[in-house]
């Protein structure tokens, strides 16, 4: 599982690296002429989506460094709930920042909602 963990890793770091730097660059020069309320809210989805996922693929790095000391269940859980969550929810942010429908918008939570509960997962994963 700790393979699991570290492909899960490295897929959320690219993605959010490659993410943030196309927002940064070439996203930003293609909403330059969109009022600056909606080009900010667009560049806003790109940075939320990147920053996040950033954060949780450095959190799988840790739950693969500290696997053999968790319980198998619920490290399975905190794996699978960042890992999709994560997905979900920048995927969903970048998404209507390119623009898909703003309909997704009601679909990020689910993947804030996967994030929070692998977080307390993780509460519970420790091996006593």
């Known amino acids: 599982m700790e393979q699991k963990c570290l492909r899960w ?13 196309f927002g940064a660059h070439r996203l930003k020069a293609g ?10 809210k667009i560049l806003g989805w790109v940075e939320t989506g990147s920053r996040y996922q ?3 693929a450095a959190a799988l790095l840790g739950l693969a460094a500290l696997w053999p000391r ?23 942010l970048y998404a209507m920042a390119l623009g898909a429908p703003r309909w997704l918008g ?13 977080w307390l997962s993780l509460g519970w994963a420790l091996k006593e």
């Open 9 to 21: 890793a490295g897929f959320h770091g690219f993605c959010a690296v490659a993410m943030g730097a």
């Open 31 to 40: 909403v330059a002429l969109l009022p600056p309320e909606e080009a900010a």
């Open 54 to 56: 950033l954060a949780h």
């Open 70 to 92: 968790l319980k198998g269940v619920a490290a399975r859980r905190t794996l699978n709930a960042w890992a999709w969550g994560a997905l979900i929810f920048s995927v969903t």
């Open 106 to 118: 009601a679909v990020t939570p689910i993947g804030g909602v996967a994030l929070l509960l692998g």
